[in-house]
């Protein structure tokens, strides 16, 4: 069964930095890319991040381009991002999400998310 | 503002069909496949339709989509108080290179 288990958010103040993480079981993790999707309270899905299955390429939203690096760790079977320069605006659930990536792309797999607050 | 556009909210009795538009551009609905997702309340998305129509291992029949141009529906017949949710559409967007959902419809089982 696959299972995919994000960590890591909580309260920060505008202008800080938080890495949320995301634990993958049930599937040969390194073999597939992967994304963070998030949503602000009582707002739709808006899409982060993606990174291929070596890491090698990596794709972004402008709205978070220069700030947010993600990264994985195909060893420990676990998917990151580094969320810098903070504002209100990134406060949202953060769902890590499989993306089969073909000619069609999908999230087939989601975690139950991990909610991020930016306020002072 | 949302890439691909739906509507707000849709409702209809238990047993009827509902219908969710998804109306997007040539960048992105009109040349790549769409997916379909439903959220309960209080949960996180799961997969419904995805390559336009194809519905994975689980999903009812109860449930269909389709694509036309720029533009695609989902369909829902037979609903059941428990389709109570949020519909979103998503594809993936050539010229932007980025995955993008419509803003989300919220369906109500009257």
């Known amino acids: 069964e696959v299972q995919l288990l994000e960590s890591g958010g909580g309260l920060v103040q505008p202008g800080g930095s938080l890495r949320v993480s995301c634990a993958a079981s049930g599937f040969t993790f390194s073999n597939y890319v992967v994304s963070w999707v998030r949503q602000a309270p009582g707002k739709g899905l808006e899409w982060v991040s993606a990174i291929s299955s070596s890491g090698s390429s990596t794709y972004y939203t402008d709205s978070v381009k220069g700030r947010f690096t993600i990264s994985r760790d195909n060893s420990k079977n676990t998917l990151y991002l580094q969320m810098n320069s903070l504002t209100a605006e990134d406060t949202a659930i953060y769902y890590c999400?499989?993306?089969?990536?073909?000619?069609?792309?999908?999230?087939?797999?989601w975690g139950q998310g991990t909610l991020v607050t930016v306020s002072s | 503002q949302s890439v691909l556009t739906q509507p707000p909210s849709v409702s209809a009795a238990p047993g009827q069909k509902v219908t969710i538009s998804c109306s997007g551009s040539s960048s992105n609905i009109g040349n790549n496949y769409v997916s379909w997702y439903q959220q309960l309340p209080g949960t996180a998305p799961k997969l419904l339709i995805y390559d336009n129509n194809k519905r994975p291992s689980g999903i009812p029949d109860r449930f269909s989509g389709s694509k036309s141009g720029t533009s695609a529906t989902l369909g829902i017949t037979g609903l059941q108080t428990g389709d109570e949710a949020d519909y979103y559409c998503?594809?993936?967007?050539?010229?932007?290179?980025?995955?993008?959902f419509g803003g989300g419809t919220k369906l109500t089982v009257l």
């Open positions: 998503g594809t993936w967007d050539s010229v932007l290179n980025a995955g993008v």
């Open positions: 999400a499989k993306l089969h990536w073909g000619p069609a792309r999908y999230f087939d797999y």
